[in-house]
């Protein structure tokens, strides 16, 4: 099964220095809407079969002409909402690098607990599991290799991607996940191939194409990471 891991569009709380978290109502700014659109072009040619997405707006917003070019109607799923920040919602960010936790926060990540809010490490555990759900539900209704796009926002990429490179999650902020950014996995009963990360650029389709990884001899063929 393979998922394309989608951030929405740049949001008006993005431009604006704020974090969001889970406020109700954040919008796309305009390039954030452009984005949206564009990503019709960016993902033609994919046979994607489903569309999951965080229940904030600004998720719905991002994957809404994508949906409607697929014909399909996006699965809303809890576990891929935005991490609870509790009280640092609304803050600008400009404030909150003053903070102690801030300094936990980038580096020992998996230690970090947001005030009235969760833990990373328990935003990790909850969106892997949402990826390995989907990905066993669409397993069995369609019996094959299903490619599906979950569009999410950035430290829940950034923190499933970290899971499947089997990288600690002290290490997650290593990562990036732009605005509109896909980046791929690939999940076999082996191990997840991570196949692309942060594409912005105009076409996925020949990041996402390229010949299965699922069996020994195939994706594991170099053993040493080497040709020659």
């Given amino acids: 099964m393979t998922v394309i891991l989608l951030r929405h569009g740049r949001s008006t709380s993005n ?3 704020v974090l969001a978290g889970r406020t109700a109502g954040v919008e ?3 390039l954030g809407r452009e984005q949206a659109a564009q990503l019709v072009g960016r993902l033609e040619g994919l046979p994607i079969k489903a ?3 965080s229940p904030l707006l600004r998720c719905r917003l991002t994957v809404a002409p994508l949906a409607a070019a697929l014909d ?4 809303v799923d809890e576990r891929l909402a935005e991490v609870d920040y509790g009280a640092w919602t609304g803050r600008k960010i400009s404030e909150l690098v003053a903070e102690p936790l801030w300094r936990v926060v980038q580096a020992q990540p998996s230690a970090a607990i947001f005030p009235e809010g969760e833990g990373l490490a328990q935003v990790q555990a909850r969106a892997v599991a949402a990826v390995r759900d989907h990905d066993r539900q669409l397993a069995q209704r369609h019996g094959s290799d299903v490619l599906w796009v979950a569009c999410t926002h950035g430290d829940v990429i950034k923190a499933v991607i970290a899971d499947a490179l089997g990288v600690h999650l002290d290490g997650f902020q290593r990562i990036t996940a732009d605005p509109a950014s896909a980046s791929v996995i690939r999940y076999t009963p082996l191990r997840p191939f991570v196949i692309h990360l942060n594409h ?3 076409s996925l389709a020949a990041a996402v194409n390229g010949p299965p990884a699922g069996a ?3 994706g594991d063929a170099v053993v040493g990471g080497s040709t020659t």
């Fill in 51 to 53: 569309v999951v997405r």
């Fill in 15 to 17: 431009t604006s220095g």
């Fill in 216 to 218: 020994v001899g195939e």
């Fill in 200 to 202: 912005t650029g105009a």
């Fill in 28 to 30: 796309l700014d305009e």
């Fill in 72 to 75: 399909l109607e996006p699965l």
